[in-house]
């Protein structure tokens, strides 16, 4: 009799520690409760715009003040530039993409851009929220002839604030 507190103990530790290593596979406590996971963001977002941007003959200085330090530069090829660029997101798909800028001394050669989303897909593809319409900024003629003249109010100067004071005359 003295033995069954032991093996219910034993028991009870046993199942503890089987749903701790389910805890781990899963990444979820009870299916609901899941641990926060930041976005990893690394390299530099090269856009369609930005790319167009980069033709042949400019110089290395230009290619960095349009598309920003390369991620990779390798002494062994000093005529390329990588830049890379990848976001990691819980339950998506990692996006990956690369751009190429290949040198002749210190002018681009050529450069290496195969499918490049614009800018606006770009933001759509990392926002988070799925509606992004864009805000009309300027209103139309019509809209413009519509609206009502603006009120012109003639407003008088403010009276002077503070006491009044009388001083003697300077003159002596």
Not at 91 to 120: C, M, W, Y
Not at 142 to 169: N, S
Request: charged share 25%.
């Amino acid at each position: 009799m003295p033995r069954l507190p032991f093996y219910l103990c034993a028991l009870a530790a046993s199942s503890l520690l089987v749903g701790c290593e389910s805890l781990q596979r899963t990444d979820s406590f009870l299916g609901f409760i899941t641990p926060y996971r930041i976005d990893i963001v690394q390299g530099n977002a090269i856009t369609k715009e930005q790319a167009a941007l980069i033709k042949p003959g400019l110089s290395r200085l230009q290619v960095r003040d349009v598309l920003g330090t390369p991620l990779v530069t390798d002494p062994f090829h000093a005529t390329r530039w990588d830049y890379i660029f990848t976001l990691r997101r819980p339950n998506t798909d990692a996006q990956r993409r690369s751009v190429v800028v290949h040198f002749d001394g210190d002018v681009v050669k050529s450069i290496e851009a195969p499918e490049l989303p614009s800018e606006r897909e770009f933001v759509a593809s990392i926002s988070r929220f799925k509606d992004l319409r864009t805000p009309k900024l300027e209103l139309t003629e019509d809209e413009r002839k519509a609206l009502p003249p603006p009120v012109r109010r003639e407003v008088p100067p403010p009276e002077p604030e503070g006491p009044v004071r009388a001083y003697p005359p300077l003159d002596g």
